[in-house]
């Protein structure tokens, strides 16, 4: 059987606990002073945070610059839906032209104990290969995120 990758792009999924209410957890997606607490900084790997900007709202970009080993890594994206406290969609790269980026999605979905977001990072099939290394990464990350939440 042959996979056609335009039509299945390289997929990752992750799907958290949360201890705390949807619009916490959705706003720690767009407070920069947040970000520096479980995205990016020295707390969370070896860099420097040279920059963090956001305009989350639709159409509305953001850019997350940080040095790591010398070298200067912008993250960017655009967001395309912002629906607190329960959905929010951007695009995102590293060091990309526009028309390069992945898809990020983002739910959150209230549950008896606080909410579960669930994360669905789609790639074009050219990042496949990084596929395993994606989704470690922000496995990783949403880890420290639910520490603020437990």
Same mark, same amino acid.
């Given at each position: *059987? +042959?996979? /056609?990758? *335009?039509? @299945? $792009?390289?997929?990752?999924?992750?799907?958290?606990? &949360?201890?705390?209410?949807?619009?916490?957890? &959705?706003?720690?997606?767009?407070?920069? /002073?947040?970000?520096?607490?479980? *995205? %990016? =900084?020295?707390?969370?790997?070896? #860099?420097?945070?040279?920059?963090?900007? /956001? /305009?989350?709202?639709? =159409?509305?970009? %953001?850019?997350?610059?940080?040095?790591?080993?010398?070298?200067?890594? @912008?993250?960017?994206?655009?967001?395309?839906?912002?629906?607190? $406290?329960?959905?929010? +969609? &951007?695009?995102? =790269?590293?060091?990309?032209?526009?028309?390069?980026?992945?898809?990020?999605?983002?739910?959150?979905? $209230?549950?008896?104990?606080?909410?579960?977001?669930?994360?669905?990072?789609?790639?074009? $099939?050219?990042?496949?290969?990084?596929? #395993?290394?994606?989704?470690?990464?922000?496995?990783? *990350?949403? #880890?420290?995120?639910?520490?603020? %939440? &437990?």
């Amino acid at each position: *059987m +042959i996979t /056609n990758l *335009m039509n @299945n $792009p390289p997929r990752v999924e992750i799907i958290k606990p &949360f201890n705390t209410e949807p619009g916490k957890v &959705f706003d720690a997606w767009l407070d920069t /002073n947040m970000l520096s607490k479980w *995205m %990016f =900084g020295p707390d969370i790997r070896e #860099e420097e945070i040279i920059k963090l900007e /956001n /305009n989350p709202q639709k =159409g509305g970009k %953001f850019s997350y610059v940080v040095k790591r080993d010398g070298e200067e890594i @912008n993250h960017v994206g655009t967001y395309r839906k912002v629906q607190r $406290p329960d959905l929010l +969609i &951007f695009t995102w =790269g590293v060091n990309v032209e526009a028309g390069d980026e992945s898809i990020v999605t983002i739910k959150i979905e $209230p549950t008896q104990t606080g909410c579960r977001l669930t994360l669905v990072h789609e790639m074009d $099939p050219k990042w496949k290969e990084y596929t #395993e290394r994606t989704k470690a990464g922000w496995t990783y *990350m949403l #880890e420290i995120l639910q520490r603020y %939440f &437990f």
